[in-house]
């Protein structure tokens, strides 16, 4: 015969599971409707021949697949975007970590320098794009008449077209604030006690940097490589904003970014919207899912490697 007491606890555990349940439900419910769902038509569109309006389809298996993987176009989509990947993370947490190490000083108004280098990072990302557009336009463009007047050129170059690559990874420098505040929140973890011993023991500015700070700060490098590169490997309006073609009306979206800015999210959506292959641009969305998949295991599983943790300085 059960007890009281074992009774009481069972009945409280229950009516927490519930209530766990209950709050959660919401959550589940939008899940399972607004994106499980989606997700499982999606693949079941992709391996049919559905076009914009086709209302006879056919199951066709990985046809699509098969013949993406297949296509140079495609391979050369993920070159470039995995190029684009590397240098646009690698440059934003770059400028980020150096930004963080400058205003981790005590210097006068810092509070308002961080706010200022973090601003832009709030900014909606078609503003900024807009604004870089103007800024490297050649004919009327601020960076050629800048150069321009202190004399480094003398014919005013095409960014958005001679370097469209160069011209969107620039926008890392931009939206560098979110990597700015990670390693400033990292900064303030490392206890002063360190730089105080090392400073007993006639370690300068390099030293200390090299064999503590960024030792301690790896883990948020590493959390900032991870989480960039895969927003990164979907980028899609940036190109279309800073296409070097012009831009009139409704053809926003209808006039494809260079080969060299034409990623794999931006030429799904062309093949979806602007050519009307249903099937066949969520296909190429499945592939790139796979890809991002492959990439962040990868990190995971080798990235460890050069994170410092305090297990393995004592073994």
Known sequence: MAQPGIKKLTSIARERRLSFYIFISPWIFGFIFFQMMPIIWGFSISL???????????????????KLLSNPEIRYAFLTTFIYTISSTSLAVI??????L??????????????????????PLIAVGWIFKIFLDRDTGFFNIFLSKIGLITTNIAWLSDFSRG??????IWM???SMIIFLGGLSTIPNELYEVAKIDGAGYLRRLRAITLPLLSPFAFFQFVTSSIYSMQKFIEPYILNPRQIRGGAFTQQPPPLTTF???TRAYDTVFNKNRF???????????AFILIITILFIR???FMVYSETDEKR
Not at 95 to 100: E, P, Q
């Open 279 to 289: 099937a066949y641009g969520i296909a190429l969305l499945w592939i790139l899912f």
């Open 302 to 304: 080798f990235g460890g």
């Open 176 to 178: 560098s604030g979110w």
């Open 48 to 66: 049919t021949n559905q076009m914009a309006f086709t209302v006879n389809k056919k199951f066709i298996g990985l046809a699509n697949y098969i």
């Open 102 to 123: 400058l205003l981790e000083r005590e210097v006068p108004g810092r509070g308002i320098f961080r706010t200022v280098l973090y601003f832009p990072y709030m900014i």
């Open 167 to 172: 011209s969107v990874v620039s926008l890392s």
């Open 95 to 100: 400028t980020g970590l150096i930004i963080a």
């Open 263 to 265: 990623f794999v999210m």
